[in-house]
């Protein structure tokens, strides 16, 4: 059962970008200030870790900056990632940490759920990267569907970016019944009246947020990335400092929280009233007594697919499920 009320935590600030002690100095800043003002848990943004590789949407090829930024993400088993955990479990806070993830020389978008003891409560990688996040970044196999955990205080998920927009992992996510959702995404600007993708900008990426809200009927922390003047002289984009548009959404997509200018840092908190999500399933359960089983399903599997298997190995790591569950 959630707690009545939880104090949360939502960043709004710039990266360390390509530096990745720098980074972590930075997080465990933000971890520690957070925790001074009472939050149980806080949230960072996508690609937060070593930051957003954004030169990929300006230019097909940057080899220098491409070697740089794997050298410099953070791996699931590092002595960078043991500092985070501590930090956490010195403050006793929850952490959504969303991440560059280095497993040999290939890189993954991810993210972890850190508990107030330091314990990480689930690891997962987006299942999908989006377009031009692929000459970087690779899939993920089972373990995109990790997304949803206990603490002590509520069952909280995570998506990344436009893993907002797939429907099927949207529903086997809001299936686990999550109370607080993080909704990570890196520095999306104000879309310019042009031929950009409206759904790509600031305003479109607080939309998905906001529909996700409404659909899962949990707590959803939008949580943007800043891009200033060092990220743009870093990578070398044509792109003006913004991109801050962190969020916090209720249940039923009300925002809790005022907007903040988008190139200013902050945390951004807000205490949720966790019976409003009661209040607001009493209308429409999308995975119970708003659902309808007897029609539709979703077929899920969480296997971890590897290229190679040793010989005494019987079965791959994880299992294919079937859940019954699905919006009528």
Known sequence: MPADSVRVAVTQAEPAWLDLAAAV?????????????NAQLIAFPECWIPGYPCWIWARLLDVELNVAYVKNCLRLDS??????????????????????????????????????????????????PTHMERTVFGDASGECLASVADLDFARVGSLSCWEHIQPLLKYHTLSQQEDIHVA????????????????MSTE??????????????????????ILGES???????SSSPGGGGSA???????????????????????????????????????TGHY????????????????????????EPSGSCLFSSNIMG
């Open 25 to 37: 100095t930075k997080t465990c800043e933000l971890i520690s200030e957070a925790a001074k003002n």
């Open 79 to 128: 002595p960078e990632m043991t500092q985070i955990r501590d930090c956490a479990r010195d403050n006793s806070i929850a952490v959504s940490l969303g991440f560059s993830e280095k497993e040999n020389h290939s890189v993954y978008i991810a993210q972890v759920l850190i508990g107030p003891e330091g314990e990480i409560k689930f690891h997962r990688r987006k299942m999908k």
């Open 184 to 199: 990570a995404w890196p520095c999306p600007l104000p879309h310019t009246g042009g031929q950009d993708l409206w759904s």
């Open 204 to 225: 479109g990426c607080q939309g998905l947020s906001q529909t996700y809200a409404i659909e899962s009927q949990s707590f959803v922390l939008h949580c943007t990335a």
């Open 231 to 237: 990220g743009v002289e870093k990578m070398k984009t």
């Open 248 to 286: 916090i959404f209720g249940p039923d997509g009300r925002r809790l929280t005022e907007p903040v200018e988008s190139t200013t840092e902050k945390i951004i908190y807000a205490d949720l009233p966790m019976d409003l999500i009661v209040a607001v399933k009493l209308f429409a359960d999308p």
């Open 291 to 314: 659902s309808r089983p007897d029609l539709m399903s979703l077929n899920v599997c969480t296997r971890v697919r590897k290229m190679v298997h040793k010989d005494e190995d019987t």
